[in-house]
């Protein structure tokens, strides 16, 4: 039997932000493979005399649908009518590839909706949340927003700015180098931070690197975590000549996980031709005002393919480009315990460091093992 509907009880507060660090939680699911769409959570709950009780849960499916809310409103089934339904993203009112969420939260009848966050899509933007009011329907807009601004951060940069909101991972030894002399690789972290590694290639939409790091390290960019394979990031390079090896290990892990390959405008045509019959997909762009492609651009390129998500793991060169260009949202630092010697190559270039100093801001700082991890913001 139902308990008492919630709209004849008092919303407590304490309990909205408890109820939606539980549907954040669940909501973190897939990120990294809901792309193009948020990772979104949703819980309904009955608050009962005796507390609540959650009637179902949901979040957003690999590939973005079904959404959160259709999902944990068919898991509560009828009992979903005066409950509440709490979701870490306002629900969406417009028909895309499925009717809108709202139409799903009207016809099971709960009496009550909190949301984390407004969705800043200009085709919700608040119009979510007029349309349940319209239906009666309680709104309650806030609970969890710090942390939903958070996990929804490359949605909203995707939607604000036109590009997938950008986290920047290097790992520097302790004197602050990021390679031996002549770029030739190094390792510079343990285990354990290595595993962190892969815990955040996990979670993002697309990695993107620079020509330098593939020819210098052969690396593969995947996920590989025991059972986390299948949760490694589309792999984007930055390749103005096209000189990527076909041998490569990224090019031999193409049944994994996508490889994109951004190419200049100039670029031969004969390795793309042979990328593309490996069924790898080659985009180009032009050169940027301060040499390289253009960074902007292929962020928009990438934004326009739905990558919401996007992991910067590159050399020197290319980190500390994106950083001068303040297109870094996040940053995880990484240092190793050991010094690589005056002869070993800069992690950043002056200019990036300073460009790090002024955009963000040290939020977090952790230990992985041996090494040393700054997490940083933007101010
Ligand atoms: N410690 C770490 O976390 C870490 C991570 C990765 C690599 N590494 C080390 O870094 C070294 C390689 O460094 P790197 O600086 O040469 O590699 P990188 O930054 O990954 O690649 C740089 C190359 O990317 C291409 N590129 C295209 N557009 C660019 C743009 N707008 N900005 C910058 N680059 C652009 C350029 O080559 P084209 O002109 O041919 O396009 C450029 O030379 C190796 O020693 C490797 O082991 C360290």
Known sequence: MNGP??????????????????????????????????????????????????????WTAAGGRPHAEPVALAAAGAAAAGATLYVTLEPCSHYGRTPPCTDAIRASGVARVVAAIEDPDPRVAGRGFTLLRASGIEVTVGPGAELARIDHAGHIRRVVSGRPHVLLKMAASSDGKAGLEGRRPVRITGPAAQAQVHLMRSQADAVLTGIGTVLADDPQFTCRLPGLLDRSP???????????????????????????????????????????????EVMRVADGADGGLALDETLRLLAMRGITRLMVEAGPRLASAVLTADLVDEAALFTGPAPLGAAAIEAFEPLALEAMNHHLIETDTRRHGDDLLRILRRR
Do not use: Y
Not at 43 to 49: E, M, T
């Open 234 to 280: 589309v792999r984007v390079v930055l390749d103005s000549a096209l000189r990527l090896p076909l041998d490569s290990a990224l090019v031999r892990s193409r049944e994994v996980a996508p490889l994109w390959v951004v190419a200049g405008i100039d670029a031969p045509t004969e390795p793309e031709l042979a990328l593309r019959e490996l069924g790898i």
């Open 5 to 58: 509907a919630d709209h004849r009880r008092q919303p407590d507060a304490r309990l909205d932000e408890a109820l939606m660090g539980t549907a954040l939680t669940i909501g973190r699911h897939n990120l990294g493979i809901a792309w193009p769409n948020p990772a979104v959570g949703a819980l309904v709950v009955r608050h009962g005399a005796a507390g609540p009780v959650i009637l179902g849960r949901g």
